[in-house]
């Protein structure tokens, strides 16, 4: 090795960087209502189909939680009226596409990638789903049992049941964000094929059907396509549906359910964020880039390479049409859950109190500018990002705006955005973790008052004793 | 479809691939050390993981975590992975950074050790700890990524240990570790570099002359030792683990062909038959028809010397109990044993893989990967176009000769986790009579 140590060597400089746009798409509409959104990139021989619905988890009756995502999995695994599950299945596969189908929070989707030469069969089989679901009972019976299976082995999943409880602490008992978007024990048992038949038909209809298409195909070829498949499907439009977003709590709690002798400590700190569309999006955006969205972000340095606390800590904003988490996550040793989280609220406190160094903003908008070709490499990827303008009703020029946008973020745009997003009163704690352990030290922090419970959410023991609060922050 | 390939060797030994795609103006740079936890000396497990860690703690003419801050602020991604055989490096760049991702590889490759100090091989000893403690220990089935190579490769094998390694090991590793670990392995002789996306030949060919020409060739690395397997494990290989679990799951490995050779793609349509997608026999059988299973899959290990491993791998449905789980998934083999699989089934497996495939080489980091894997490997990155007609050149009759010679009871190891409290006696005693190191 002869490795002259004195003085760093110059590093390269990059020539100009060669232009880039986000692919071309063109929006069609068929009489039906059904909207077309095409996408024609001809790098490889492939196409990826996504059709929206509005159907999301939102939609599901109270009680019923879960529905959403029954009805969407149901989609292809209940089969249709011509072929059971297990042969739609061996008709899309033995064309080698790849298919599924599901609910999120704002949207049923179901996604297919196929060789283009395979692409007509495919979208005449797609229609065959949509248009004639069977919900076979027995279908319905197993997927409601795998949730329950589902459900059971998150008892002992520490990072999944973190999750999962934070949002239960975090929202209003009543809103649907207080609850799995898979649904839980006790609405998903109640879900009977009727129920589902129901939602299907108030659900899924044409007038709220966005079919998007990516890859190697013409629009006019898509709309040939869709016309064939999907054009004499009648029926209207389903009524728009909210979630309730408002917070549980405006003062600060610890939640801590008990896994004993567990070696780490997952940990959740956060309060409810901002929806998808509010019009500090960037600021936030960027501001939680620095925050803890990148690798050398302030929490995972902080955390991860000066203290060597965990493997990787990161915060982030679940974009949602409603108000969606902003949640700070990582995984700790149980022996220092309370100096984590001191460091984290800590770093909470320093972006919202001031402003960020030059160095620091111009990391995070060169990465978000930098890599926007990177995030558009497949067809599959393209056709999500389409997605992403259908559910929040964004611009069709939002992508070509998106890095002038990112670039005109200043550090007072920044400061500004964690002052009025970053809420460090009503933040709440959650940690899954050894309760013997992490107990006492939480005690000492002094976070806000403590509430333990057992690995199904229910409070252990009686009224908890009112815990001093010296507060960390 | 085929992609362009280009391939020339420094003099210092460093191979080089170049695949240009200009639909987009992003570039891949990808360099795979043939190096992996199978070099680990004894009492040093862990070792090649904990220094892929230190490898972005900065060198020569890069600090601490300068390495991601350069990277992410010319607009790229990256990471690494450590395997068996092999570690790699890799990032995707906009086609105008290019020169920055070489030069970033290049000083580590060739100015490391200067940097090196023993408080960041304590942080990243307390980091690589949390993440043992993150991806194994503290999650349900965690532990099986140690438990099964330990189950099915022989004590002295190098694919028997800990790739994440114990915690005494990695408390264990020094400073002289790191130094004599990248002297030895680390060299350009013992490197692949891959390029795919959106650059000049000519240009690339310069830029990685520059960089990396200087660095000198290694001394040579130890042998491995023979590493050869005997076809089948001779016996049902059985482990019982009793672990923080609500649902029994079983993972049952066959030996099975190296990764490369003609019968791997036997082996590898074999596991998408049984566990690729939902259309696969066992998630139609055991999850769909018979609700024995809450999932089932099958993979492949890959590993390229000596003996590769087939996984199946099975969830039991709330109530089925860990000893009927295991008896229905032997009892779909032992079927397809007997009755052999249908052609039917295979075309399903190579139309699915193929499309995976196509799907994957859409982006130039899959592009880099897979070129480096190949050239790492046999020296012949252009079997990446080879290999679909590979998998399109399997027949029913390779895969049911497979599943004949390696599926049988003679060939079976199987690692099965029940919840701790629920231990059967029977199973937790067999476990004990079949003792395994």
Known sequence: ?473 | MRIPIDTFSLPNGLFVTLSEDHTAPIVAVNLWYHVGSANERPGRTGFAHLFEHMLFQGSADVEANEHFELVQRAGGTLNGSTWLERTNYFETVPSNQLELALWLEANRMGKLLPAMTQQKLDTQRDVVMNERRWSMDNQPYGTWMEKLPALCFPVEHPFNHSLMGSMDDLTAASLDDVAQFFATYYTPDNAVLSIAGDFDPGEAHRLIEKHFGDIPRGAGKPPLPDMSLPPVFGQWKREVVPDDVMLPRLFLAFRSPAFGTEKYYAASVCGAVLGLRNGSRLRRRLVRERQIAADASAFTYDLAKGSDLLVVDATARPGVSAERLEQEVAHEIDTIVRDGIEAAEVERAVAVIQTSFVSALQEAGERADRLSLFATYFRAPELVNEEVNRYQAVTVEHVNDFIRERLGENNRASLLYVAREETPVELANASAAVATP
């Open chain 1, 1 to 473: 090795m002869s490795a002259s140590v004195s003085g760093k060597a110059a590093r390269p400089t990059p020539g100009a960087p060669r232009e880039y746009h986000f692919p071309r798409f063109e929006r069609r509409r068929l009489e039906n209502g059904i909207e077309l959104i095409v996408a024609p990139v001809t790098k490889l021989p492939l196409v990826t189909v996504a059709i929206l619905s509005d159907a999301g988890s939102v939609c599901d009756p109270a009680g019923r939680e879960g529905i959403a995502q029954l009805a969407a999995k149901l989609m292809l695994e209940g089969g249709t009226e011509k072929c059971d599950g297990t042969e739609l299945t061996e008709r899309f596969e033995r064309l080698g596409a790849s298919i599924e189908s599901q609910a999120d929070w704002d949207a049923a989707a179901i996604t297919m990638t196929a060789l283009s030469e395979h692409l007509a069969d495919s979208f005449d089989l797609l229609s065959e789903v949509l248009r004639t679901p069977a919900f076979r009972s027995r279908e319905v019976e197993r997927l409601k049992a795998e949730r329950m299976a589902e459900l059971l082995q998150l008892r002992t999943e520490p990072r999944g049941l973190a999750d999962e409880l934070f949002s239960r602490f975090l929202y209003n008992a009543s809103s649907r964000y207080a609850r799995p978007e898979g649904g839980d024990e006790q609405s998903v048992v109640g879900i009977d094929r009727d129920q589902i038949l129901a939602f299907y038909e108030n659900r899924y209809l044409p007038g709220g059907t966005t079919i998007i298409v990516a890859g190697d195909i013409s629009a006019d070829r898509a709309e040939e396509l869709s016309r064939r498949a999907f054009g004499s499907w009648a029926g209207g439009k389903p009524t728009r549906i909210l979630a309730d977003d408002h917070p549980a709590s405006h003062q600060r709690g610890v939640h801590i359910i008990a896994k004993g002798d567990a070696p780490q400590s997952e940990l959740r700190i956060g309060h409810v964020g901002i929806p998808r569309n509010h019009p500090d999006f960037f600021p936030v955006n960027v501001m939680n880039a620095v925050l803890g969205g990148l690798f050398n972000s302030r929490i995972n340095l902080n955390l991860r390479e000066v203290h060597g606390y965990t493997y990787g800590a990161f915060s982030g904003i679940q974009w949602r049409r409603q108000a969606g988490p902003f949640v700070v996550s990582t995984a700790v040793k149980s022996d220092i859950t309370d100096a984590a989280a001191r460091e984290i609220l800590s770093e909470i406190n320093r972006i919202r109190a001031e402003a960020v160094a030059p160095e620091e903003l111009s990391l995070a908008t060169s990465y978000l500018d930098g890599v926007f070709p990177i995030r558009f490499e497949t067809t599959s990827a393209i056709a999500a990002a389409l997605a992403v303008l259908v559910v929040h009703g964004l611009p069709d020029d939002y992508y070509d705006q998106y890095r002038t946008r990112v670039r005109g973020m200043t550090i007072e745009g920044i400061l500004e955005a964690a002052h009025r997003h970053l809420h460090t009163d009503s933040l709440q704690m959650v940690v899954v973790g050894d309760p013997g352990v992490v107990r006492p030290l939480l005690d000492q922090l002094g976070f806000g008052p403590i509430t333990l419970y057992d690995s199904s959410g229910a409070p252990l023991g009686s009224v908890n004793e009112p815990t001093t609060v010296r507060h960390a922050g």
